[in-house]
């Protein structure tokens, strides 16, 4: 499935990127501007970015249980992605009312 339409990605590509970041530091914050660098890709439009979020923390989830990882320490990154999330999320609204208000004046 593309994720991506700007850059042509796929689902898959995004999540072999997220597993290579967790093999090498399963504790580091993945973003989406991580994995995009590592695919020598930019994000565009950006529409795409939370539901690249929720692919990081998808796999994420999977790659901890797989490695039957200290569940308190897992809690702990999700929050730091969610927190990710919810930045992104205000960053996008604050965007779109300063376009709207250009647009007005």
């Known amino acids: 499935m593309i994720v991506c339409s700007c850059n042509v990605i796929s689902r898959t590509d995004i999540e072999e990127v997220i597993v290579d970041f967790l093999n090498a530091d399963e504790w580091q914050l993945i973003t989406p501007g991580k994995v995009y660098q590592a695919m020598n ?7 795409c970015f939370p539901g690249v979020i929720d692919i990081i923390v998808e796999t994420t989830q999977r790659y901890h249980a797989l490695m039957q990882s ?4 897992v809690v702990d990154l ?17 965007s779109a009312a300063k376009r709207q208000s250009n647009m007005v004046a």
Not at 41 to 47: E, S, V
Not at 78 to 94: F, G, S, V
Request: glycine share 8%; aromatic share 0%.
């Open 41 to 47: 890709a930019r994000g565009k439009c950006c529409g």
């Open 70 to 73: 200290p569940e308190p320490r």
């Open 78 to 94: 999700l929050n730091r992605i969610a927190d990710q999330r919810l930045r992104l999320e205000n960053a996008n609204k604050r």
